[in-house]
């Protein structure tokens, strides 16, 4: 039987304690074997001064991560044309890890609109998707979420981002409780966001 991973993508910039938990959760209550997350490039067609270059971004979410064996960094977007999308990045995986089983993870706000998303057809008729809930302003439930590929886990709800972090630090607050220790010394010594 193959292997299950679970793709969770982000810009994690920075990855935070939120990431960590949601991954954390996923894949110690959910059938997958492990979690990736997937550090997604910057787009170059976008103006973000904010975003850090994207080996940094990697850097921290690898250094997150050491000490959780069922959690891996994962750079496979950035050798991929830009910009990017989902459905090219699961045939790449397919291509390159034929010996595993690869799923989506993410939130139930994004569930919201993924039928905007290119060939989400495809994506859903050869991957399951892990959902979490999240808080957002529009409650109405997704058609999707009775579809045979959609599995809702229940996780804690995590109302934290990273611009909250970001606008922290630009602030002078101590926001170290929201980062793993290794991720917040790496922002400090390197003078991230301020």
Known sequence: ?????????????????????IANHMVEHSELDEVWLVVTPHN???KKSTLLKDYHRYRMVELALEDYPKLKASKIEFDLPQ???????????NEHYPEYKFNLIMGQDNLQSFKKWKNYEVILANYSIYVYPRLYKNRKKSELINHNKIHLVTAPIIELSST???????????????????????????????
Do not use: A, C
């Open 44 to 46: 170059p067609l976008k």
């Open 1 to 21: 039987m193959k292997k299950k991973i679970g793709l969770y993508f982000g810009t994690f910039n920075p990855i935070h304690v939120g990431h960590m938990i």
């Open 83 to 93: 910009p990017n999308y989902t459905v090219n990045t699961l045939i790449h995986l």
């Open 164 to 194: 909250f972090i970001r606008k922290g630090i630009k602030n002078n607050y101590n926001i170290k409780p929201l980062l793993t220790s290794k991720v917040w010394q790496y922002l400090d010594e390197m003078n991230f966001y301020k």
